[in-house]
């Protein structure tokens, strides 16, 4: 579930007219977020995902009507976009841009044989990390060993899709577990004694910052590129055998090098 701040008068316009719509109307309460184009500055790709409103709060008097609304929605499927309705207000920002758009259903391709066929890298390798994080010499920590868990089950769901839900939110959590430690180590840093002669104040400041955030760059530069461009990747790929090999590849960098490369390759 995620929450939105709406300021900008178009896009308070689009919830007024989606919270306004006769709840029988197929599209009541959902819109789509299309991503960027992963190589095309300036372009959207052609793959988004359906955002469904499920909580709204008016918090106009609370900010001094900096935003207007507050919206929880539910992030539910990938669709793809096959065209833009208004193409010419993207420049102009008059209104929302509308689209025709196909919901991509995960469950049609459960019962399909070739889907099946597609995914079945993608289980092997899930499984030989299951096995190699069960010998008593095993690499991987109990939270490692927990996410290979969680992606086997979201495995059995038969779609590319709960996987990479799975994978994403790991990475999202690794990223906060490592913001709160660089902000708990800025916090100690400026409370620190011996800074009083040249931060009196013990004020934070850039020297601070980067200190902390040094030993953690490398790992949380790349979490925040993989979350930021895995899933338009993968929908901009359209073939699932191309996606499960790309998904495939991002499980073995980050937990396949832990067990050596040798077992992993094929």
């Not at 959207?44 to 359906?50: E, M």
């Not at 793809?80 to 841009?97: G, H, W």
């Not at 939270?143 to 290979?148: C, D, N, R």
């Not at 913001?179 to 100690?188: E, F, G, P, S, T």
Request: net charge neutral; hydrophobic share 35%; aromatic share 6%.
């Amino acid at each position: 579930e995620i929450p939105l701040n709406i300021f900008e008068p178009r896009y308070r316009q689009m919830y007024r007219d989606l919270l306004t719509a006769p709840t029988s109307t197929p599209s009541s309460k959902r819109f789509i977020v299309p991503f960027s184009h992963p190589s095309r500055m300036g372009q959207f790709a052609s793959w988004a995902w359906l955002y469904e409103i499920v909580r709204v709060q008016d918090v106009a008097d609370e900010t001094n009507g900096r935003y207007q609304l507050v919206c929880n929605h539910l992030v539910s499927k990938p669709v793809k976009i096959t065209s833009i309705v208004n193409p010419s207000d993207f420049e102009t920002r008059a209104t929302y841009l509308r689209a025709h758009a196909q919901i991509v259903d995960a469950a049609e391709d459960i019962k399909s044989s070739d889907s099946l066929s597609n995914l079945k890298p993608l289980d092997d390798l899930l499984r030989l990390l299951q096995q190699n994080a069960t010998i008593p010499s095993s690499p991987y920590t109990s939270a490692e060993k927990s996410l290979i868990d969680r992606l086997l089950m979201a495995m059995a769901e038969g779609s590319i899709w709960p996987v990479v839900q799975v994978w994403i939110s790991n990475l999202q959590m690794l990223i906060l577990e490592i913001q709160v430690r660089v902000a708990n180590k800025i916090q100690l840093q400026s409370n620190n004694p011996g800074n009083t002669r040249t931060n009196p104040e013990n004020r934070v400041n850039e020297d601070m910052i980067t200190l902390a955030q040094e030993p953690h760059k490398k790992d949380l530069e790349s979490m925040l590129m993989e979350v930021s461009t895995l899933i338009p990747l993968l929908l901009q790929d359209g073939c699932e055998k191309s996606q499960c090999q790309r998904l495939c590849q991002r499980i073995q960098e980050r937990l396949g090098a832990k067990a050596g490369k040798s077992s992993f390759e094929t």
